[in-house]
């Protein structure tokens, strides 16, 4: 894989132009074109910027095939997700996903509802009160588990919160094996769905009875996924629509 195939690769994934990345670097359209050709090398300081503006490594930049990167993440699509009832926890720990997980799988078996359901769909996110001082001094960190309630499934039991999710558009993006690498896959892949929300005039939205995000993780045919969802509001949608459809 050549340098300027590179290039190329990560100027598409951004949705630039030609045009458009030249003025951003400086620098005129043909020089870009000639970089993605590779008939010229970038000079060094221009190798820095483009990691930079790109967030990756020099490196990789430079030897490694970065287009595999389209085997990692599916297409960012909007999805409209009905209205849900989900039962969750919030748990703040040195190892809060692996231990709220672990809560609810419990509680999940206690309640009834695994029996129920054996796969009933269980969600997560971030949970973003925690002082600095509880990360940077003890290490602690957040993190809510969720189960979706199905439909016609009905429980007392206690220990969790009962909450009602409003029916909503997400941005949706599928990542592959996220936890390979996943201080670089994750992040990466929310990282492509802001770009998608601010490329399709659409905005990230906090509202009242919608979760502002959240992630699902499963198993299929022996690989692991994980599909992150923000939610997602348009300016002008009826164009919006027409650019993924």
């Not at 045009?19 to 870009?32: C, D, G, H, P, Y």
């Not at 201080?183 to 009242?208: S, V, W």
Request: hydrophobic residues 35%.
């Amino acid at each position: 894989m050549s340098l300027g195939t590179n290039i190329q690769y990560l100027r598409k994934l951004n949705r630039l132009t030609q045009e458009q990345f030249a003025e951003k670097m400086n620098i005129s359209r043909q020089t870009v074109s000639r970089w993605e050709a590779d008939e010229v090398t970038p000079e060094l300081d221009k190798l820095v910027e483009l990691c930079s503006m790109f967030s990756c490594k020099l490196d990789e930049l430079v030897r490694e095939n970065m287009s595999f990167k389209e085997e990692i993440y599916s297409k960012v699509e909007i999805r409209k997700v009905p209205s849900f009832k989900m039962a969750r926890y919030v748990m703040i720990s040195p190892n809060p996903e692996d231990d709220v997980q672990s809560y609810m799988r419990k509680w999940g078996e206690k309640s009834g509802l695994l029996a129920f359901d054996s796969k009933a769909k269980m969600i997560g996110w971030d949970f973003p009160f925690v002082s600095q001082e509880q990360q940077t001094r003890f290490g602690l960190h957040g993190y809510v588990a969720a189960y979706v309630i199905p439909e016609g499934f009905e429980t007392n039991c206690p220990g969790v919160e009962f909450a009602q999710n409003l029916e909503a558009e997400y941005a949706v993006i599928t990542v592959t094996e996220p936890f390979v690498q996943p201080f670089e896959r994750i992040p990466t892949g929310y990282k492509h769905i802001m770009e998608f929300l601010q490329a399709n005039n659409f905005k990230d939205k906090q509202c009242d009875d919608i979760l502002g995000c959240f992630e699902h993780e499963y198993e299929k045919n022996g690989v692991y996924y994980m599909d992150i969802y923000v939610h997602a509001a348009s300016v002008t949608k009826a164009d919006a629509y027409s650019t993924f459809k």
